[in-house]
Nanobody, 123 residues
Framework: QVQLVESGGDLVQPGGSLRLSCAASGSIFSISAMGWYRQTLGKQRELVASITTGGGTNYADSVKGRFTISRDNAKKTVYLQMNNLKPEDTAVYYC?????????????????WGQGTQVTVSS
């Protein structure tokens, strides 16, 4: 019923930039919080950045000042602009969103994940 499709992952040199996108589609009535997580092999998935419907943002300490999360509510899309990338940013990046479907309760939105996009920072 709902799909989150990420794009923008790539191989980039240290100091470079990438922009990730995640578009939601399906029987969507509303989307509340959206966010980006990342995971490397053998480690737990961690929050990178999140954004509320009104534009309030939250960032992991490791990416503050380098990454910027934004969203286009009309397009049901969230973005992650990543600048000054470091090798330790290498991971699979996942989009996450709290979505209320048509006929669902806005007080109990479902939590949905994208399939992930690989970001590799290496020279």
């Amino acid at each position: 019923q709902v799909q989150l499709v990420e794009s923008g992952g790539d191989l980039v040199q240290p100091g470079g930039s990438l922009r990730l996108s995640c578009a939601a589609s399906g029987s969507i009535f509303s989307i509340s919080a959206m966010g980006w997580y990342r995971q490397t092999l053998g480690k737990q998935r961690e929050l990178v950045a999140s954004i509320t419907t009104g534009g309030g943002t939250n960032y992991a300490d490791s990416v503050k000042g380098r990454f910027t999360i934004s969203r286009d509510n009309a397009k049901k899309t969230v973005y992650l602009q990543m600048n000054n990338l470091k090798p330790e940013d290498t991971a699979v990046y996942y989009c996450n969103a709290y979505i209320t479907l048509y006929g669902g309760s806005p007080y109990q939105p479902g939590n949905y994940w994208g399939q992930g996009t690989q970001v590799t920072v290496s020279s």
